[in-house]
Nanobody, 121 residues
Framework: QVQVVESGGGLVQAGGSLRLSCTAS????????MGWYRQAPGRQRELVAT???????NYAQSVEGRFSISRDNAQNTVYLQMNSLKPEDTGVYYC???????????????WGQGTLVTVSS
């Protein structure tokens, strides 16, 4: 079984910064991709940023240049550094571990419970 736990959310003023962390644990052999998604009230969940095990990154256009995703493969941990935050960045941020290969040679996609980010104007 694999679990993903996020941390680092909170309340910040517009223009401020936050750093989110997410660690996957369990019977993991490797994780191909990890990423962050967010869901604002009344809206669908959307991609924020993803990173592969080889370090290839992908960002939503709305966060390009302000957010930075990084990863520690040895610790199965992914980070999201968020700078120049805007009120429209408010939402629940979910960590995703995709194409997780376990010791049982099962491939999984796992989501965290989410962490709330609130940006005040």
């Amino acid at each position: 079984q694999v679990q993903v736990v996020e941390s680092g959310g909170g309340l910040v003023q517009a223009g401020g910064s936050l750093r989110l962390s997410c660690t996957a644990s369990g019977s993991i052999v490797r994780i191909e991709a990890m990423g962050w998604y967010r869901q604002a009230p009344g809206r669908q969940r959307e991609l924020v940023a993803t990173i592969t095990s080889s370090g290839w990154t992908n960002y939503a256009q709305s966060v390009e240049g302000r957010f930075s995703i990084s990863r520690d493969n040895a610790q199965n941990t992914v980070y999201l550094q968020m700078n120049s935050l805007k009120p429209e960045d408010t939402g629940v941020y979910y960590c995703n571990a995709d194409r997780v290969v376990t010791t049982a040679r099962v491939q999984l996609t796992v989501w965290g419970q989410g962490t709330l980010v609130t940006v005040s104007s």
